[in-house]
């Protein structure tokens, strides 16, 4: 009788064990190198949506930015807003005129202006317009009072519009604005700040980078709406998951002689570099710094001659008074926002989705600080575990040097 060999008996119970806490481990590797894998495939994904959302933001600011005071006066280039707590951004109102849009008026009172042809594109409620007349010998600043649809040829003005955007009574008092040459164009807003938004998908609110254009956006009569959780209202989002702006303002600064023959040798700011925003809250812009109450200059210019120019200086000589406006007056040295010479933002934006293996982690603002911020990690403000990064730029503000108003190229201009 033949022994049965020891391969054909199959295997032992031992070897079985063996065998498969062997395969245990082998699976257990394969299993693990696939989880990393995927780990690292969703942390590629976040991370490119966090830049993807930054250049988005970033962009729009910077486009605005350098058309910032573009055909206005550089008065109205720019509003800046602190936030005043812990975690809050700052908001930046940018406003320029639109090179593209060129309209004939033919005739005009203080309630209307009627142009030679229909508009052929819509107007919202609350629209800031500029006509200027006659070479830029005037022009005024106007809102509209009424959606203009596309087929109209009249626009309804606002005669209460907040200033200076009230200029209807200057129409009836000059004659030219009604001489058959006067040219309307249209002055953009664009107010950039961070709005909190519901997210019925997530358990937390969704933080986007918005813009407000000053108009009745949502046309409900009521215009430049902010934002609740659930209602955009006369807002638009700009880009996602952006949950930090903030804004500090170059101010013209004087040469060392300038400083000396003016008494300048203090800044206007708390901590006297003469950027406005970036430490401290004495240092913000705000109603307590003298020169930045919205559109108030200071000094406060004289009323305008009959021939406007931005800031009137004709009649004064003395370049410490503060009637003066030339290139060298004391006036281009303060606090007021017509001597912004550039702005600098910094955002933050986090990943759309909270990936629960990360650690805590956490955005130093201490090694990289956002301005006059007071968080040391944005993460702090809410519970998520997502990924965040900086983006920090600073455009410099080419209009601001405009000195008077010039019309619109005719449509027919020839260039080059
Ligand atoms: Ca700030
Ligand atoms: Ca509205
Ligand atoms: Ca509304
Ligand atoms: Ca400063």
Known sequence: MRRLSRRSRGLTLIEMLV??????????????????????????ADVAGVQSNLRTAAAQLEK?????????????????????STFSSDAVAIQYRDPAFRRDVTAATSALLTL???????????QRLLVVCNQASDFAYLRTSAAVA??????????????????????????????????????????????????PGQGEQRAVLAVRRGVDLDADGTVDEAPTATDTQDAEVVALDIEQLQVS??????????????ALTTGPDDDDDWIFGDTGTADAPSSASPGWTGNTPNPTPAAPPLLREFGTCNAVVDSNAAGYCGY?????????????????????????????????????????PME???ATNLSAQVSSKRRRQLYRQTVALKNMFQRKMFPPPPENFAGG
């Open 372 to 374: 006059n911020l007071t």
């Open 249 to 262: 303002y170059v101010m013209n600064r004087p040469i060392a002689t300038i400083a000396t023959n003016f």
């Open 64 to 84: 605005a930015l350098t058309r910032a005071g573009y055909g206005i006066d550089p008065n109205y280039a720019i509003e800046p807003s602190d936030g005043t």
């Open 19 to 44: 065998t498969a806490g062997v395969l245990a481990i082998v699976l257990a590797g394969v299993l693990g190198a696939l989880a990393e894998n995927q780990r690292q495939y969703v942390a590629h």
């Open 116 to 126: 030679s042809a229909a508009i052929g594109e819509p107007l919202e409620k609350g």
């Open 150 to 199: 596309a087929s109209a040829t009249t626009i309804a003005l606002d005669g209460s519009a907040a200033a200076p955007w009230n200029e209807t009574g200057r129409i009836t008092a000059m004659s030219c604005f009604n001489a058959g040459n006067a040219v309307l164009t249209r002055v953009e807003r664009r107010q950039f700040f961070v709005a909190w938004m519901n997210d």
């Open 328 to 368: 060298g007056a004391r006036r281009r040295y303060t606090g007021h926002p017509g001597n912004i010479r550039a702005v600098r933002f910094s955002l933050a934006a986090r990943s759309a989705k909270e990936d629960l293996a990360l650690n805590a982690e956490k955005l130093d603002l201490v090694e990289n």
